[in-house]
C-alpha cells in the first residue's frame, strides 16, 4: 500500500502548534484571572454600598441601627416580630434578600453596632468583609463604617 500524499501531521508540527497555544495562554492567563478577580470585588463593593442604603432606611424608620446582635438579619426579616411599629415596616417588605448579606462563596460580612475594630474612629456601625480567606490578616480586607 502506497500513499500518495502527506495526509497527517507530524510530531514537530503537532509539538510547534500545542508550544504556541501554551505560549499564548501563558500571556493571556494572568490578565484573565486579574479581570475576575477585580469583579468579585466590584460586586462585594456594590453589597455593602447597598447594605449601607439598607442600614440608613432601616435607621430612617426606627430611629437606631440594628444592634450587633440583631445584625444584617434585621435588614432581611423583621428582628421583632410582636412590635406594631415593626410589623407596619416590614409588611411593605424587607431592605434586602438573604443572598444580599453573603457573598457568593457564602461568607458573612461582618456587621458590628457600635463599632469593635474602628473603635474611637467616630463611626456609628461598621462592615468588614474579611475575604474567600476570613482571615482578620488578609490585605483584600474592606472596612466600611459610617
Known amino acids: ?12 508540527e503537532m509539538l510547534l502548534v500545542v508550544g504556541l497555544i501554551v505560549l499564548i495562554f501563558s500571556f493571556i492567563g494572568p490578565k484573565l484571572v486579574k479581570m475576575f478577580s477585580r469583579s468579585d470585588k466590584a460586586e462585594i463593593q456594590f453589597k ?3 447594605i449601607q442604603s439598607a442600614l440608613n432606611d432601616y435607621r430612617m424608620d426606627f430611629g437606631t441601627y440594628p444592634s450587633t446582635r440583631e445584625g444584617l438579619q434585621a435588614l432581611v426579616e423583621n ?3 410582636n412590635d406594631e411599629k415593626y410589623q407596619r ?10 443572598n ?6 457564602g461568607n458573612e460580612i461582618i456587621y458590628n453596632c457600635p463599632p469593635e475594630i474602628n473603635k474611637g474612629k467616630f463611626h456609628a456601625y461598621e462592615l468588614v468583609y474579611l475575604g474567600k480567606t476570613q482571615s482578620e490578616d488578609d490585605p ?7
Request: glycine share 8%; charged share 30%.
Open 140 to 146: 483584600d480586607r474592606l472596612d466600611v463604617g459610617a
Open 48 to 50: 455593602m454600598s447597598s
Open 100 to 105: 444580599d448579606i453573603v457573598d457568593k462563596a
Open 79 to 81: 428582628p421583632r416580630p
Open 1 to 12: 500500500m502506497e500513499l500518495r500524499g502527506k495526509q497527517a501531521f507530524s510530531l514537530i
Open 89 to 98: 415596616v416590614y409588611s411593605k417588605g424587607a431592605y434586602l434578600k438573604e
